[in-house]
């Protein structure tokens, strides 16, 4: 069993963490060895979840922002046979429910049927299996090319007769060699392969279950729920959630995650005090502080900062927004922008909005706000600060100097950036030495001596990869992007990385580099931290 890993991942592309799978990826993809870090090919683990799709939709019967996701997987370890039996034996023995009906991949566009997980399931005597098609039960390939397979879902009545698709059984059988998009048309003569290594990942909502197992019609309903419903739905998710981002490490910040955190902590501070919040904070922490022991961190303090900051601006749009009966797109975007009012307050408070022309304005907003996103974490910087711009350039040295020491074939695996050091995750087998660290420390400071410059340039995609320039394994770009190079403006330039910046002009002004910390994060994977004195 794998402890759940932090609502913040490690992959820089991703906001949040919104499956079990996604800490499992370098073992899937070969990087990483689960018989070395965890002593098994097979795992199961509950892992904190967040959907920040979801947030609009949260009150209704089943959505939610936080929730546990329950999951077994297998990297070469059992198969389809097992897996299977091992979910019927969990719903119907431990659970003791009935499986309503189940779905099997009907096979299309050159991609045979999953017959054999028919047969399984008819084994154990599961008579209603229906036949789906590849937009429901066929999971991948994500990007270019990738690992791809059926999938087959288990399905049970609600207390309302309804059947609730309550677990998805996803097996990586199939390795292809185009996108999705290649293989739904069935026209591409591109190659559908085994994979080499059988994989096996699946997911539970642990609330959609509980809803299921305990006779409820919506999730609230539920015993998860029950001591936190005081203030309705709404208020119950958002308290919950806000709990869990600040456990993780997220504080309120206009961007990236922390900008989702302080539309939540706003909309409950619009709903109840700062005082019903603490006392809220308090049944999280008893509820789910055994399990999750970074609960007991300070979450009241971030709660009462924020309330501080927000409470006399919220107080003072509650007033201007009690004047309206009804509300024109124009008046609410206006106080959403001078009061900080998020769209969903705005939304609790005054009915007849036109959602559609809103939503127009708001979008505009967005599209700014997501550009923040993407900017924050295309780099894996925290913040744009001077401090984490120069470091943000010693790590493109670093990258390159790791190549020139340890051998082309180093890669970067992830970074993350801020104002007091960097940190970069790469591809290499062993530990570093005394001298090969030393080495790269004396060559990344000769290369701040020799003040080169950083350049920037934008290019097609197809030039910047002839050009050999680094990008982030896994990480997705576009047909046009920005390459930075240090120290000359080609092939033969010291540094050269896709990469949106910012950076510092000459590396004169970078300072004295050195090296904290080597070690190691995942099989053949190495982490450096270091900082510029
Ligand atoms: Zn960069």
Known sequence: MVASSSLIPNDPSVLLTTAGMQQFKPYYTGVSDTQADFGSKNTVSIQKSFRTTDIDEVGDETHLTFFEMLGNFSFGGYQKEEAIKLAYE?????????????TIFEGSAGVPKDLESKQIWESLGVEDIREEGMGDVFWGPTGSAGPCGPTTEIYCRNAQGKDVEIW???????FYLGTREELLSGTSDKKLEPLPTFGVDTGMGLERLAMIAQTKTNIFETDLFAPLMAHGRIVADHVRASCFL???????????????????MRRVLSIINVEEFKMLIDVVVREYGDHYPELKSPIKEVVIKEAEQFGAVLEQGL??????????TVTAFNLFQSYGLPLDVIKDHVPGLDQKAFENEFRKHQDVSRAGIAGKFSGGLADH????????????????????????????????????????DFSHPDKMTNEQKKKVEEIVNEMIKEDLQVIKREMDKVEAEKLGAEHEFGAKYGDKVSVYFIGGESNDAFSKEFCGGPHVEHTSELGHFKILKEESVAQGVRRIIAVLE
């Open 319 to 328: 007033k201007e927004l009690k004047k309206f009966k009804t509300i024109d």
């Open 385 to 424: 600060e001077p401090a984490t711009i120069k470091l943000h350039t010693a790590h493109h040295l670093l990258l390159a100097v790791l190549q020139q020491v340890l051998g082309p074939q180093v890669k970067q695996r992830g970074s993350n950036i801020n104002q007091e050091r960097l940190r970069l």
């Open 168 to 174: 998805n059984v996803v097996f990586n059988q199939f």
């Open 90 to 102: 969990f719903i119907t023995k431990e659970m003791n429910l009935l499986i309503s009906y189940v």
């Open 246 to 264: 600040i456990a993780d490490g997220v504080r309120p910040d206009n961007k990236g995650a922390g900008y989702i955190l302080r539309r939540l």
